[in-house]
């Protein structure tokens, strides 16, 4: 089954460490994107990619990091910069150009103790 | 970043209620997408629309892409119980010009069907 699958589902970290959440797509889309999705709240991009090798900042890249080494993948890293990093994340990808659909993963529910 | 301006933000009604949500936005957009979202869980595409005045259906669901392309409506007939989510519009502005997949989300609209 094509689709794009995120792990783990829940993480939990101690204040000050790093963590990298998983996304990987087999739907053979160019573009990868990273959103942040706090209560009560919309979407919030993170970063996006539309090739290897190559990223973008979005609107709150701050305190995070993000690779595109392979198509299939974009890990996304918080680092200890992030100054509120207990949030759901969600991976997306899509083609580039025509249609601008995005379809998303199941996300990571990441919390920082 | 700019996010579109979703009505309502909650909803609460019974079930085989019709249910009318709206998206604006004060730029014109190229696209709009309907998307909704169970608790947990990623948001899953409803519905798509390409152009001004093009009307869209899904099943019960039917969404409009708005004449003056600065906004967009889904409605949901006869409402049931799995209807419960939260229904998020997105769109890409025009000025992006087609360079990137980049969408504006908006603020989401809570819906809660009573059997």
């Known amino acids: 089954d094509g689709g794009i699958t995120q792990s783990p589902k829940y993480l939990f970290r101690k204040e000050g460490q790093n963590v990298t959440l998983s996304c990987e797509q087999n739907?053979?889309?160019?573009?990868m994107y990273w959103y942040r999705q706090d209560p009560g709240q919309g979407l919030r991009l993170i970063y996006y990619?539309?090739?290897?090798?190559?990223?973008q900042k979005g609107d709150i890249a701050e305190g995070y990091s993000v690779s595109r080494e392979k198509k299939e993948s974009f890990p996304l890293t918080v680092t200890s910069a992030q100054k509120n990093p207990t949030a759901f994340y969600l991976c997306?990808?899509?083609?580039?150009?025509?249609?601008?659909?995005?379809?998303f993963g199941p996300g990571t529910r990441l919390t920082v103790l | 970043g700019q996010q579109l301006n979703q009505s309502p933000q909650s909803m609460f009604i019974q079930e085989g209620e019709d249910v009318s949500m709206n998206c604006t936005s004060s730029?014109?957009?190229?696209?709009w997408l309907w998307y909704k979202q169970d608790p947990g869980e990623g948001p899953v595409l409803l519905i798509a629309l390409y152009k001004a005045g093009e009307l869209t259906s899904n099943g019960r669901l039917t969404a409009q892409f708005g004449i003056t392309r600065k906004d967009s409506f889904l409605n949901i007939s006869a409402s049931i119980p799995s209807d419960v989510g939260i229904y998020f519009c997105a769109g890409q502005p025009d000025h992006y010009g087609g360079a990137t997949n980049k969408l504006i989300f908006g603020t989401g609209t809570l819906l809660a069907v009573q059997p």
């Open positions: 730029s014109i957009f190229n696209t």
């Open positions: 739907l053979n889309h160019d573009a």
């Open positions: 990619s539309q090739i290897v090798n190559d990223f």
């Open positions: 997306a990808s899509s083609i580039i150009g025509g249609m601008n659909e995005q379809f």
